[in-house]
C-alpha cells in the first residue's frame, strides 16, 4: 500500500528536521573533538614546560648561557612562540619568534594572588601561554623567578579544522543522499499512482482511440471497434501501459493466467485478430499494435493524421 505521508513536503520538512539534528550532532562531535585535542595539547605544552623548567634553572645556575640559548633556538624553531625567563623583577631571557599573532602580546605577570609553586596556562587565540615558578640558587642564595613559554596550537587547530571538514563533509553527504532518495521515492510515488489512477479509470483515452470499460466499447476516430473479450483484454492492457513493450511470456502472465495450456502461437493469434478488427478504421493497425522484434508487443497511439492516410 502506498505510504500518503511520502509527498515532496513530507520529504522537504524530514530533511529540514534532519538537517537541523545533523547540525547539532555535527557541532557536538566538533567540540569534543576540539575539547579533547586541546586537553591533549594542553597537557603535551605542560610536560615539556616542566623538562624545560629543571633544564633551564641548571643552566642559570650553572651560568651555562649557551646550553639555555641552544634549547631556546630549538624551542622557538619548532612550535614554541616565545621564551621568557624572570628572576625577581629582573628579565633575565625574552627571545620571541617571528609569529605576527604574538606582536602584541604582553607578557608581563601578576602573580600576586597566585598560589606559590602553582603553575599558570591560558589558552588563546593561536596558541598556549604557561607560566611555571623556578626556584634558583646562586652563591648559596635562593631566588624565585618564572619561566613563560608561548606554544603554537597550528597541529592542533590543523587537526580540529581537518575533522570539522570530515565531519560536514560527511553529514551533507548523508543529508544530500537522504534527500535524493527522497526525492526517488515521491518520483516513483507519483507515477505509480498515476498508473493506479490509469489502470482505476473507466474511459482510457490514447491518442484517436478510446477504450470504454464500463461498457467495453471501443472507438477509433470515433468509428466503432467490435472486439472479442480476449482482444478487448489484450488491447485495454497495452493502453494501460502506453510505450512499455511486453513479451508473449509478460502477456500470457497478465492475460492468460487462467489457461495453463496457453503459449506464445495464442498470443501471436490474438495479435492478429485484434490488428485484423483495428484494420477495419485504420489504415495501418500494425502501427497501433507494434512488434518491436525480438521483445514483444506495444501500443503506440494513433494520430488523426494516420487515420486521413488511405
Known amino acids: 500500500m502506498t505510504k500518503r505521508w ?33 586537553a591533549t595539547f594542553s597537557r603535551q605544552s605542560a610536560e615539556f614546560a616542566s623538562i624545560f623548567v629543571k633544564s633551564a634553572s641548571t643552566w642559570l645556575a650553572r651560568e651555562n648561557a649557551s646550553a639555555l640559548d641552544g634549547a631556546v633556538r630549538l ?30 602580546l604582553n607578557l608581563d605577570l601578576d602573580v600576586g594572588s597566585w598560589e606559590n609553586g602553582w603553575p599558570r596556562s591560558v589558552l588563546r587565540s593561536g596558541g598556549l601561554d604557561l607560566a611555571v615558578p623556578m626556584t634558583l640558587q646562586v652563591s648559596g642564595v635562593n631566588s624565585v623567578g618564572w619561566v613563560q613559554l608561548g606554544f603554537s596550537d597550528r597541529h592542533a587547530a590543523s587537526l580540529v579544522r581537518g575533522h570539522q571538514a570530515l565531519i560536514c ?15 526517488i521515492a515521491v518520483r516513483l510515488r507519483g ?81 492478429y485478430q485484434l490488428r485484423q478488427r483495428l484494420g477495419a478504421v485504420h489504415p495501418d493497425p500494425k502501427s497501433i499494435v507494434v512488434n518491436i522484434k525480438g521483445f514483444g508487443y506495444r501500443l503506440e497511439a494513433p494520430t488523426e493524421a494516420e487515420l486521413s492516410r488511405d
Not at 15 to 37: M, Y
Not at 88 to 102: H, K, N, P, Y
Not at 257 to 267: G, I, L, Q, T
Open 169 to 183: 563533509g560527511l553529514a551533507m553527504g548523508a543529508w544530500l543522499a537522504m534527500m535524493a532518495l527522497g526525492a
Open 75 to 104: 624551542f622557538l624553531a619548532g612550535s614554541g612562540q616565545y621564551v621568557r625567563i624572570t628572576i625577581g623583577d629582573d628579565v633575565a631571557l625574552d627571545e620571541r619568534s617571528d609569529d605576527t599573532s604574538i606582536a602584541d
Open 6 to 38: 511520502l509527498t515532496a513536503r513530507a520529504v522537504l520538512v524530514l530533511g529540514i528536521v534532519c538537517l537541523i539534528l545533523g547540525t547539532v550532532v555535527a557541532l557536538r562531535d566538533i567540540h569534543r573533538f576540539r575539547e579533547n585535542e586541546y
Open 191 to 271: 507515477e505509480r499512482r498515476a498508473e493506479a489512477d490509469s489502470e482505476r479509470a473507466q474511459v482510457i483515452v490514447r491518442g484517436m482511440l478510446e477504450i470504454d470499460r464500463e461498457t467495453c466499447a471501443v472507438r477509433l476516430n470515433g468509428e466503432e471497434v467490435d472486439l472479442t473479450p480476449k482482444t478487448f483484454d489484450l488491447l485495454t492492457f497495452l493502453a494501460l501501459h502506453p510505450g512499455r513493450t511486453y513479451s508473449d511470456a509478460q502477456l500470457l502472465e497478465a492475460l492468460w493466467a487462467d489457461a495453463p495450456y496457453a503459449d506464445s502461437n495464442d498470443v501471436k493469434q490474438c495479435i
